[in-house]
């Protein structure tokens, strides 16, 4: 029996992409850094490198949203199918309080997360011979999902000295006729950055000069506890079309909920004219929908949520990224360019010629695992080779701790003088 099955010639393989994709997405990577813990270790494995604050005590959801969604579940009245874009009253009560003009229902389309609001406008952007104009450092999801759908990715720089600025110049010289978008997370993910209203202004200007929407990934909006207010790239809508992804995510603090939005601010009327609409529905129709009891859960969750909640969050949010920002400046090895004022993370340049027997940053991550059960991501991941993304949205003790285990592997791994 044995030989007759090994003679046997099987037709089917695996898709390779996402074989090989997996290797290097975050998840990808993580998985083999908890692969990599050691287990005579007996001190807690201390996770830095993944942003879901809502397994921590500090960091918790609003007991509104809670009750919400029993409140949706008890009713009885959200046990049925979605529409494809999403229920009319959780449409109705998308956050557009900050833009200059009035968003109807028809702008808004609800998603399964943040990330399936990328793969829709990613898939309804592909086309033969068109790009996307995508930042570097950023956000992995948007490269696996142009990858697979075969529109190619051209990548134009954040600027560290400059607070992680988006190139412009370099934007210009990247775009071509064949240019269809270009995409900037604020606030940053993964650089804990804040844009300001002026240089949003100037993206826009930018995009409009190139004849390209802005796809803006909002899902750390109104996360910001610096100087640098938060601005809806929204605002901008008449200058270029801007498509806005948002999620309540990361703001409520319930990453596992999976209830995003793709909305349109386009009061000129370009992306009707041209099909986007269209197209996006088209993609809904044949996507799975977020679950229709949290879809009930919006509008109390938007509208009732307190102002203290927020604030409370904000106030952890600032403590942690403080340690984070300060604690960074006593070990040798990492700097820190520009201190976080948003977000969930902060991206610091690891230093090798003060390493010895480390040869980057993957490297580093899987030694800092195994000897420290400390978990860091690799800045290879987020398109920065040798760079490290920190993040800061846990315990603050333990975040003490975390900081201090890497530098005690970096005292342990320095370079005699």
Known sequence: MESGLSEQRWKFRANEFYTSSSTISVRGILGRLWGSLSED???????????DPSVFPCFCTSPVAEGAIFESVSSGGFNCYSYPVGILPARRYYLSKDLPYALSPDDVFLTV???????????????PSANILLPRPGFFHYETCASSSNLEMRHFDLLPERGWEVDLMGVEKLADENTVAMVIVNPGNPCGNVYSYDHLKKVAEMAKKLGIMVISDEVYAHLVFGNTPFTPMGVFGSIAPVLTLGSISKRWIVPGWRLGWLVTTDPNGILTKHGVVESIKGFLSTS?????????AVPQILEKTPDDFFSRTIDVLKQTADICYEMIKDIPCITCPYKPEGSMFVMV?????????????VDFCMKLSKEESVIVLPGV??????????TFTIEPSLLRDGLERIKAFYERHAKAP
């Open 349 to 361: 340049k690891l230093n090798l010629s003060m390493l010895d027997g480390v040869k980057d940053d």
């Open 113 to 127: 997360g943040c990330i399936q609001a990328i793969e829709v406008i990613i898939s309804v952007l592909a086309r």
């Open 381 to 390: 991941v987020v398109g920065m080779k040798n760079w490290l993304r920190i």
């Open 288 to 296: 799975p929908d977020p679950a229709t009891f949290i879809q009930g």
């Open 41 to 51: 270790n007996p001190r807690p494995v201390i996770p830095l490198g993944h942003g």
